[in-house]
């Protein structure tokens, strides 16, 4: 009786597993079938033969490859510009000893996290605008890494608060000064928390599709999300070469997961725990 008591939650969870893979796995199989027929007559199956030449004709003739090369370095640029700033603010309202103006930044960058980003369209729009930058990826940069900056002073801030308090006076015993302090001793020892953060980052820039569709107008400097989109072949939608794009769109974030899957868990823990 209590065997069947434990197997029954990983019976549901499987299910649930299930349901949240099919979805990819369909695509995954109607990107290497033929056309569009094909996926109409056998939509759930796997392929009778597979169609490799959909990833190339994605890549090469759907422009894919230069979609995905935006939305990567953009992404990585500014998470890690995102990061660089959050992780010296978070140093400052949390190691610094100013303890009041500490508290009336921390609560103001609180207040940013209370308003909502789709909100922001017009204003930032409105600034884009004025210093005469839209249709260039700078455009995307700024907004991305300013609204990336109170969730990741958040969490960093929290990381760091807890880390031990004599680590730091040794340092400043050995002659470090505040520059020294941050660089060699505290953001080495942030690395999980920064880790977790640049991931959130990353995949909310890849993600994105309201300010890239708005911001840019040339085909070349379009992102993937906005890119497939507009993916359509001479006559109609070509299904099997779409499904082939989402793959591509999907892939750094299933090897960004197998790789840092443990930096992610110790990251989202660490601050959760004093000492």
Same mark, same amino acid.
């Given at each position: =009786?209590?065997?069947?008591?434990?197997?029954?939650?990983?019976?549901?969870? /499987?299910?649930?597993?299930?349901? !949240?893979?099919?979805?990819?796995?369909?695509?995954?199989? $109607?990107?290497?079938?033929?056309? +569009?027929? @094909?996926?109409?007559?056998?939509?759930? #199956? /796997?392929? @009778?033969? *597979?169609?490799?030449?959909?990833?190339? +004709?994605?890549?090469? +003739?759907?422009? !894919? @490859?230069?979609?995905?090369?935006?939305s990567l370095y953009i992404g990585v640029l500014s998470a890690c510009l995102s990061i660089l700033f959050a992780a010296m603010l978070a140093f400052a309202v949390t190691r610094m000893r100013y303890n009041r103006i500490s508290a009336i930044v921390f609560q103001l960058i609180l207040i940013g996290m209370l308003i909502p980003n789709n909100s922001l369209l017009l204003p930032i729009y409105g600034i884009m605008r004025k210093l005469d930058i839209l249709n260039t990826h700078i455009a995307l940069i700024l907004p991305y890494v300013a609204n990336a900056i109170p969730f990741?002073?958040? *969490?960093?801030?929290?990381? =760091?608060?807890?880390?031990?308090?004599?680590i730091e006076e040794a340092a400043v015993i050995d002659g470090l000064r505040s520059g020294g302090l941050f660089a060699r001793i505290i953001l080495p020892l942030t690395v999980p928390a920064i880790v977790t953060v640049f991931i959130i980052n990353f995949l909310g820039n890849w993600n994105e599709f309201l300010l890239a569709n708005y911001f840019l107008s040339n085909d070349e400097l379009r992102t993937l999300p906005v890119g497939m989109v507009g993916f359509r072949d001479a006559y109609n939608t070509n299904y099997a070469q779409m $499904?082939? #794009? *989402?793959?591509?769109?999907?892939?750094?974030?299933? !090897? *960004?997961?197998?790789?840092?899957? &443990?930096?992610? !868990? &110790?990251g989202v823990t660490a601050g959760s725990v004093k000492g």
């Open positions: =009786m209590r065997a069947i008591k434990k197997l029954v939650p990983h019976i549901f969870l /499987m299910a649930y597993l299930l349901v !949240i893979l099919y979805p990819f796995l369909f695509v995954l199989f $109607s990107s290497v079938k033929t056309d +569009n027929q @094909s996926i109409a007559t056998n939509p759930f #199956g /796997m392929p @009778s033969t *597979i169609i490799l030449d959909n990833y190339v +004709n994605a890549w090469v +003739n759907a422009k !894919i @490859s230069t979609y995905f090369w935006n990741s002073v958040i *969490i960093l801030a929290a990381f =760091m608060r807890s880390l031990p308090s004599e $499904s082939a #794009g *989402i793959i591509f769109s999907v892939l750094p974030v299933l !090897i *960004i997961y197998a790789i840092l899957q &443990e930096k992610i !868990i &110790e």
